[in-house]
C-alpha cells in the first residue's frame, strides 16, 4: 500500500530555476495539503485542495502555485526558486474527518 | 485565520508521565489532533477530539476542552522511543483548511 508519495525525495536548484513537486496518493482522499518544514519549525501550510480541479491558498502561498488535475495528484510548483524557499516540503492527504496521511518529504536546497 | 500555541521543550525520564498542552483560536473548530515526528521523518498521526473529553490509545491519551480552545496529549509509561516532536493541529473551515502548530520537542531520559 504506497498511501502518499512524493517526487523527488532530493533537489538542489540554482536561484532562479524552477521545478515541480508531484505528490501522489491512493487513498481516494478529497483534500490534499503541501507544507513546508524550516529546521526547528512546525509545518506551515502553503496551498490547499479540497477537491479534483480546486486550490486553495494557505499561511504562506507567495512564491508558490499548484495545480489538482487529477484527484490522486497535487502538484506544487516554484517558478523562480529563492534561497528563502530551502526547506523540507511534505504532501498529506486526507477526508474531512479522517486523519492526514504524509508523504516521506520532498528535501529542497536553493543555492 | 488560526494560531496554536504548545511549549517548544519538554523533558522526563523513561517511565514517566509527560503532559503537551495546546491552545489554538481559530475562526471555525472541526478537531483537533495530534501528530508525532522523529528526527528526518514525516509527521504520523496519533490522536483526535472533535468533542469534549478524553481519548484514549494505549499509552497516549488526548483532551479537549472546546469552551477553553484547549486540548492537551499525555504519555504514559514514557520509552526511549517516545523522544520526538508532538504537533497539534486544526481544522476549520468545515475541515477544509489544516494547521499545525509550531511543536514540542519531547526528550526522554535513562
Known amino acids: 500500500n504506497a498511501g502518499v508519495t512524493q517526487t523527488p525525495k532530493f533537489r538542489v536548484l540554482k536561484t532562479g530555476q524552477s521545478m515541480t513537486l508531484l505528490c501522489a496518493q491512493d487513498m481516494n482522499h478529497e483534500y490534499m495539503y503541501w507544507y513546508r518544514q524550516d529546521p526547528g519549525m512546525g509545518l506551515r501550510l502553503i496551498h490547499y485542495?479540497?477537491?479534483?480541479?480546486?486550490?486553495a491558498k494557505g499561511e504562506v502561498p507567495d512564491g508558490y502555485n499548484v495545480s489538482r488535475l487529477k484527484k490522486q495528484n497535487f502538484l506544487l510548483g516554484l517558478e523562480s526558486a529563492a534561497p528563502s524557499q530551502t526547506s523540507v516540503y511534505f504532501c498529506?492527504?486526507?477526508?474531512?474527518?479522517?486523519?492526514?496521511?504524509f508523504g516521506q518529504g520532498t528535501r529542497l536546497t536553493v543555492v | 485565520g488560526q494560531s496554536l500555541e504548545q511549549p517548544s521543550e519538554v523533558t522526563a525520564v523513561e517511565g514517566a508521565i509527560v503532559q503537551i498542552n495546546c491552545t489554538y483560536q481559530?475562526?471555525?473548530?472541526?478537531?483537533l489532533s495530534w501528530y508525532q515526528q522523529h528526527d528526518g521523518g514525516a509527521p504520523t498521526f496519533l490522536s483526535y477530539n472533535a468533542l469534549d473529553g478524553l481519548e484514549e490509545t494505549g499509552r497516549f491519551s488526548s483532551f479537549l476542552s472546546r469552551s477553553d480552545s484547549y486540548g492537551y496529549l499525555l504519555l504514559q509509561e514514557l520509552q526511549m522511543k517516545d523522544s520526538a516532536s508532538y504537533f497539534c493541529?486544526?481544522?476549520?473551515?468545515?475541515?477544509?483548511?489544516?494547521?499545525f502548530g509550531p511543536g514540542t520537542r519531547l526528550s526522554v531520559l535513562p
Open positions: 481559530t475562526s471555525g473548530f472541526y478537531g
Open positions: 485542495s479540497v477537491g479534483e480541479g480546486t486550490t
Open positions: 493541529a486544526v481544522r476549520d473551515n468545515y475541515g477544509q483548511n489544516f494547521v
Open positions: 498529506a492527504s486526507s477526508n474531512a474527518d479522517t486523519e492526514a496521511f
